[in-house]
């Protein structure tokens, strides 16, 4: 599996669809066995889906160069290989979607309410074109990415462990809880409504028509958990047992506005990335670049899922070349993705190293695994020598 092509497919879209847009969980040093661990729970997935009471044991050696908590989806791509490696043991094939699904879903039994994205790009990527993800159903569209650049990876050396932090999880609840006062405030059921996009789809109206919405719904002010109740018109008890996830129960005030003002408008740029993308323009680099400099500008201010390094990072990729930069992954820590043209790559490459990692001693040490240009390349497969 081509590790540090893996991430490209997905990036490019800006990777910020509503809810639990993003899925990397910090790498497993548990064992198979382990009923808590998620490449376990792939195990038990795929017993129950075949019915399988004795599977076929396994001796796994693992090997790769992505460092850990860097935003690259490593541990996604080993819950893949994982699937792919039982599956073949055992004789037992299923769609690259069938995958896709299963395995996001033993990924939240470590406690991130994270979405598909990285395990879908895993298996549905193919070589030289991006992908546009969507879900429910799943599905995959080519996109081809304009020529004259070079998408390049800069990792800020800053490690983010979702499953040891709150961050994630509250921002997937931010979201949840603006869906459900949008949908009360239109007479939608709001009872059964989880995600921003079922808003959108169930009124029918586009994603500017949503932003709208937004801004004549909610306030910019955070929202209390009891304001939360009063505008839902149930009790705090019905909020934790019935809304709130199980780790997130002490928090008492929760950004909605900015969070849902981020994914409708984060997805209206997926969308003009595709659609600049399918028409191919004369000015088409910068015109996705400027989408993906917006979208780090909204990643920072309305989710608020960077940090000072990413935006440091950020600013020196720009400064020495790069059309639109910004950052990638969960956030918090972890990597850029930058839009470079090809011929200033080399000297690109260069002046990020000199301002960035040559001036600190830790960064210095991980500096061949942290900076590379990087292309689309193919999804998970399985080598079998004759």
Not at 207 to 214: A, K, S
Request: proline residues 3%; hydrophobic residues 35%; aromatic residues 6%.
């Amino acid at each position: 599996m081509h590790l540090k092509t893996l991430r490209t497919h997905r990036l490019l879209w800006l990777c910020c669809a509503p809810d639990g847009y993003r899925t990397r969980y910090p790498d497993c040093s548990r064992t198979c066995t382990d009923s808590s661990c998620a490449t376990g729970k792939y195990q038990f997935f795929i017993l129950e889906h075949f019915g399988l009471n004795n599977p076929t044991g396994m001796n796994c050696l693992l090997d790769g160069t992505i460092p850990p908590s860097s935003g690259l989806s490593s541990s996604s791509a080993l819950v893949c290989c994982a699937g792919l490696v039982t599956l073949r043991a055992n004789g037992k094939t299923l769609s690259k979607v069938e995958l896709a699904e299963i395995c996001t879903k033993s990924e939240r039994y470590i406690g991130t309410e994270g979405g598909g994205m990285d395990q879908s790009i895993s298996f549905l990527a193919e070589e030289g074109t991006a992908k546009l993800i969507e879900f429910n159903p799943l599905r995959a569209t080519d996109v081809r990415l304009p020529s004259g650049a070079a998408f390049v990876i800069a990792n800020s050396c800053v490690e983010m462990n979702k499953a040891a932090t709150s961050h994630y999880n509250i921002r997937v609840m931010e979201c949840r809880l603006a869906t459900k006062l949008l949908s009360k405030s239109k007479g939608l059921d709001w009872k059964k409504m989880l995600r921003l996009h079922d808003v959108q789809t169930k009124l029918g109206v586009s994603l500017e028509e949503m932003l709208t919405i937004v801004e004549e719904v909610l306030h910019p002010e955070p929202y209390s958990t009891e304001e939360i109740c009063k505008c839902l018109g149930i009790s705090l008890e019905e909020l934790r047992s019935q809304i709130l996830s199980q780790n997130i129960q002490d928090v008492s005030t929760f950004k909605l506005y900015q969070r849902a003002k981020h994914v409708y408008s984060e997805a209206a740029r997926v969308l003009e990335f595709q659609k600049i993308c399918s028409k191919a323009p004369a000015n088409a680099l910068q015109l996705l670049g400027e989408l993906m400099n917006q979208s780090h500008i909204s990643c920072r201010e309305m989710y608020e899922c960077s940090c000072p390094e990413l935006d440091r990072l950020v600013d020196i990729c720009l400064q020495f070349g790069a059309i639109g930069s910004r950052l990638t992954g969960a956030g918090w820590g972890g990597c850029t993705v930058s839009m470079v043209p090809t011929d200033k790559l080399s000297m690109f490459l260069k002046n990020v190293k000199k301002s960035y990692y040559q001036t600190d001693g830790q960064r210095l040490a991980g500096e061949n695994n942290s900076l590379f240009a990087t292309k689309p390349g193919r999804g998970a497969l399985v080598f079998v020598e004759a």
